[in-house]
């Protein structure tokens, strides 16, 4: 069984199921429009298409889009868009009685009129057109997402209720949010909303996809859980999920007591108490933090509270449902653990809740990587410019450098006695300080501990140590035991250790520890330990960061001061120093489906971008002139709130923000950033941040619309990710299955286009029945004939195991006929197949009975092409830890064709018998699609010719058959209906026999001779 696991949101990975779309052609703008578009306006006109449908996903221009339209004023803007898109929706893939206007805002350029797309009534996910008209009455540009080509139906064939009950049945049993360490807290989730909308698949990853009718389910706890569930209104299939959880000025905090007992929570503060009161460290800098966070968006931009009205700023402090260290915001709270309150993490989180009432960036791929970015972006201008917590974050980073308090490769030294002296294996733990480039030096001592249930040796340092007059003031050695890291570290500590170093067991690989302590930590091998045991007197050692030059500055460390992390959990400036992508092209960028895409990984293209404008700099050969934080600031939030859509990837964000810039360039009503000083709470004291009057800032100008320029090359946001090689699971190029100057002969063949007759089935399921038999299809994306499909069903089952009637773990298997290997030169098995099974758990391979005997596995090194790639884990049934097919192609939910060819010299000997099953292993729950079967062979490779067998009636009531080989003799054998017609002798390759009028279908056996194989083709012929 699968058990469900829990997801994070700020420093670690929260896997979704990411789905790529079925493939579909995209649709290409009309060429005719597109002239008239250019045409109609004053100046040169700039389109880029939208990756996820080939249409139109930007236009402008430096003048205006609709001259002969004036537009001076909030409603004249409105009916200036409305009339532009009236004559050119189509453009963005829309109808313009799709699109309704939502809403028109004011901003420092102007006004942004927002549209949103609907089909016969139902809204179109993520469907949104934003057109932007300048204070002079241009419309300068319009961007969006629109589903282009809609034609399907409304009516969903499952109703709200049963398509809530699977969404929420789906949560329940595996909830979209992972890690490996923890499990998530379900209790009290419910359905929160479910729409119906039409469903671009592709739409996030800016792929081409097909449109469908999908209940756009949220289902949360408001706490733990909080997710979307995307189900196929046709068939209640999922077809997306992605957690919400985002790893506010009235404010108020909740203690949690680190319990899950909710009747432990107790409001611990709420606007207007006493500050700080009673209140811990923690609870402090939450309430500052949240306040700071309020103030910066309300003095510099005009926005009351994440959602523009005043919404209460909740947050929650020792939440147990988080997996810490970490902190979320969960669509209503942010929540936090002990130790992870530094002032940009608690900004961070409310960052994700301006995000999501703004341009509702969805969380996953490069739309989830910017979501995180901005939440990065946030915590560090709150950080930046408060009084809290600095210490060096004002001190510029140089090009390419990380910071010293980046942890990193370190060094350990024995400096004396002489016998043991040198240099020896470490490396860092993950807590404590990082060490300094100019090392710690340290008399190390071996602590001494009993020996008992917690752990069996002495020197495990699992029981407090009993030598803590030798261990006080100096570095001490335990060895790896049965008890926790943490454990160690907290009775080394306890002992009045200045650091720890812990001796891994002989033959471990060493590696970095975690746990809490705030003394130095490393970790090194079974020999140096009994190096500094052995040692004629006590050990003297130095250990040094050994990662090269650094920089003796925090400045764009995220995290740095959140005790909990041990350190930073990402670096802006250089985010390779903590193994994120700078640019697209670096081979940090995370290309798979884990983390949601890379959300939290790829966000670091993004955070560089900020951090290269902010204090400019050199990267990728592109300098970037300084821009400083206050303008950087200002583009990011215009292109936030005006230009970005659900969907929006890095490609739309780099052209967003030049047109931002444009649209700011010589505003004089932009304001710099500011907090405030302090908001005094009635019952006592003041909360950092407060209302103020936010000075003016200075007109952007044209130069700083070309570091923006520069950003955007320096890290190649327009770039696609060509290293993610996003390819099919099966390999295209299919070799040759005969070399050159051999032909193949066929000796059995099957394509289905019968059904499965001849075959034959097996089955085994953990409830009984015959699982998911294998079925005759003709529906299959990319091979729309006749194929066998073994089912893995994504709309039933359950994981409950075996005494639950719902689970589905099973195997079908499909059996071919007897099947002689022939005895030409390399016999071959192959045929064409699909793979669209969940990835670990569902999937098929192919096994063999020979002359009669047991069926086994095909052995892996008898597959010369395409060999199955994957293995199914534990729990997930008949298949478990064989290899197998699984998965989809590059984390779609759809699966290229490609060709396996078997060696069968590897399988049995010429002249034995054979048998294939094909078998389909699914677990009891949350399968894809299934495993499409077709075009099964046998065959050997010839020197002969292989010819081609015709027929025609060259004169009334009589039939030619003509054999084209190689001067073919020899014999035929004719049948029709499986009544023998008559045996002929070829007379220069042909032969002649009478028929009667009609149509004829014959089977003709060639009998071959010494040129010629024998071969068996059916024909068809008329006889006048």
């Not at 999920?241 to 985002?246: G, K």
């Not at 739309?367 to 004002?394: C, H, I, K, P, Q």
């Not at 003394?519 to 090269?548: E, F, L, P, R, V």
């Not at 032969?991 to 068996?1016: I, L, P, Q, W």
Request: hydrophobic share 35%; with cysteine.
């Amino acid at each position: 069984m699968k058990l469900g696991m829990q997801g994070i949101s700020l420093a670690l990975v929260a896997a979704g199921m990411a789905v790529t779309p079925i493939a579909a052609v995209a649709a290409q703008p009309d060429s005719n429009t597109i002239d008239q578009l250019r045409a109609d306006a004053d100046k040169t006109v700039t389109l880029k298409k939208e990756g996820a449908t080939g249409q139109i996903g930007f236009v402008s221009t430096k003048g205006d889009l609709m001259p002969d339209v004036a537009a001076d004023s909030k409603s004249k803007a409105a009916a200036k868009a409305r009339k532009y898109l009236d004559k050119y929706a189509p453009v963005f893939g829309a109808e313009a009685d799709q699109l309704d206007q939502s809403k028109v805002t004011t901003n420092p350029a102007g006004w942004t009129v927002e549209f949103k797309q609907e089909y016969e009534g139902v809204p179109v996910f993520g469907g949104v057109l934003k057109a932007h008209v300048d204070k002079a009455g241009d419309l300068t540009s319009v961007n969006g997402f629109a589903a282009p080509s809609l034609d399907l139906g409304t009516t969903p064939k499952w109703s709200k209720e049963k398509a809530s009950a699977k969404a929420l049945e789906l949560v329940k049993a595996k909830p979209a949010d992972a890690h490996a360490d923890s499990q998530v807290s379900t209790k009290g989730v419910e359905v929160v909303k479910a729409d119906l909308n039409v469903y671009r698949m592709g739409a996030a990853q800016g792929v081409s996809g097909k449109s469908l009718l999908a209940w756009v389910i949220e289902v949360s706890n408001k706490s733990t859980v909080r997710e979307t569930v995307v189900l196929d209104a046709a068939s209640g299939k999922p077809v997306n999920r992605y957690s919400m959880i985002h790893s506010a000025n009235e404010r108020e905090l909740i203690e949690k007591h680190n319990t899950p007992d909710t009747a432990d929570d107790a409001t611990v503060w709420v606007e207007n108490d006493a500050f700080p009161g009673t209140l811990d460290q923690d609870q402090q800098n939450e309430v500052a933090a949240s306040g700071e966070s309020y103030w910066l968006f309300q003095n510099t931009f005009g926005r009351d509270s994440y959602d523009g009205s005043g919404a209460k700023m909740i947050t929650v402090n020792n939440d147990p449902g988080i997996s810490c260290p970490n902190a979320n915001w969960n669509g209503a709270t942010t929540n936090y653990c002990s130790g992870v309150t530094s002032d940009d993490v608690v900004a961070h989180e409310w960052g994700h809740a301006y995000t999501e009432h703004t341009s509702g960036l969805i969380y996953q791929w490069q739309s989830g990587a910017l979501n995180e970015a901005y939440s990065d972006m946030w915590g560090n201008t709150v950080d930046f410019l408060n009084t809290r917590e600095n210490t060096t974050d004002d001190v510029a980073r140089t090009d390419g450098t990380c910071s010293s308090s980046t942890r990193g490769a370190i060094t350990l030294t024995i400096n004396s006695p002489a016998e043991v002296a040198g240099d020896c294996p470490a490396a860092a733990a993950n807590f404590g300080p990082v060490y300094p480039t100019a090392g710690v030096t340290s008399d190390i001592v071996v602590g001494l501990d009993a020996a008992n249930e917690g752990g069996p040796s002495t020197t495990d340092g699992c029981s407090p140590l009993e030598n803590t007059a030798e261990v006080n003031g100096k570095f001490v050695l335990v060895d790896r035991g049965a008890c926790p890291f943490v454990q160690k570290a907290a009775n080394a500590e306890n002992a009045g250790a200045t650091g720890v170093v812990i001796a891994f067991l002989e033959g471990q690989p060493i590696g970095s520890i975690s746990g809490t302590s705030d003394i130095y930590g490393a970790t090194t091998d079974y020999a140096t330990g009994q190096k500094i045991k052995n040692a004629s007197t006590t050990a003297n050692i130095t250990i040094k960061d050994a990662s090269g030059s650094k920089d003796e500055s925090v400045r764009w460390l995220v995290g740095e001061d959140s005790t909990a992390f041990g350190g930073a959990i990402r670096d802006m400036w250089n985010p390779n120093c903590y193994g994120d992508p700078a640019k697209v092209s670096d081979e940090e960028y995370h290309c798979d489906t884990s983390d949601a895409g890379g959300v939290h990984s790829n966000s670091g293209v993004i955070n560089h971008h900020f951090a290269l404008l902010v204090d400019g700099g050199t990267s990728n050969d592109v300098t970037v002139p300084s821009i400083g934080l206050d303008k950087a600031a200002n583009l990011i939030w215009h292109t936030q709130t005006n230009y970005l859509t659900p969907t929006s990837g890095f490609p739309e964000y780099a052209q967003a923000m030049v047109t931002s810039c444009a649209d700011l360039a010589g505003a004089t009503n932009l304001k710099k950033l500011t907090l405030g000083t302090s908001t005094p709470q009635s019952g006592g004291g003041v909360t950092p941040g407060g209302a103020a009057e936010a000075p003016a800032l200075e007109p952007i100008t044209a130069a700083d619309c070309a570091a923006v320029a520069a950003a955007n090359t320096a890290t190649e946001l327009a770039d696609e990710p060509v290293q993610c090689n996003f390819g099919p699971l099966l390999d295209q190029d299919t070799p040759a299955i005969c070399g050159e100057g051999t032909n193949e002969v066929a000796t059995y063949t099957e394509n289905f286009e019968d059904g499965l007759s001849g075959w034959t089935q097996d089955a085994e399921a953990w409830n009984g029945d015959n699982g998911f038999p294998w079925e005759a299809r003709s529906d299959i994306e990319g091979n729309e004939t006749g194929v066998a499909w073994g089912p893995d069903p994504a709309d039933v089952g359950s994981c409950g195991g075996p005494n639950d009637p719902n689970d589905l773990t099973s195997r079908n298997g499909l059996i071919s006929p007897e099947i002689t290997v022939p005895a030409g030169q390399t016999p071959r098995l192959t045929f064409d197949h699909s793979v669209r099974t969940e990835a670990g758990w569902d999937g098929g391979n192919v096994k063999v009975s020979v002359n009669g005997g047991d069926f086994a596995l095909v052995d892996q090194a008898a597959y010369l092409f395409n060999a199955p790639g994957g293995t199914l884990g534990d729990g997930s049934g008949y298949l478990e830890g064989q290899p197998v097919w699984t998965g989809t192609d590059g984390g779609k939910f759809t699966g290229e064709w490609g060709t396996t060819i078997v060696d069968l010299d590897a399988v049995a000997d010429a002249g034995d018998t054979v048998k294939f099953r094909f078998d389909m292993g699914r677990d009891g729950c949350n399968g894809v699609e299934g495993w499409a079967i077709d075009n099964v062979s046998v065959s050997y490779c010839t020197e002969k010719a292989v010819p081609e067998i015709s027929a025609e009636s060259p004169k009334k009531g009589k039939v030619e058959i003509t054999v084209d080989g190689k001067r073919a003799s020899g014999e035929i054998v004719v049948t029709e209906n499986g009544t023998r017609v008559g045996r002929f002798t070829l007379k220069r390759e042909e032969a002649t026999f009478r028929a009667a009028r009609g149509t004829h279908t014959y089977e003709v056996a060639y009998s071959g001779d010494r040129k010629n194989e024998a071969v068996t083709e059916t024909v068809t012929v008329t006889v006048r």
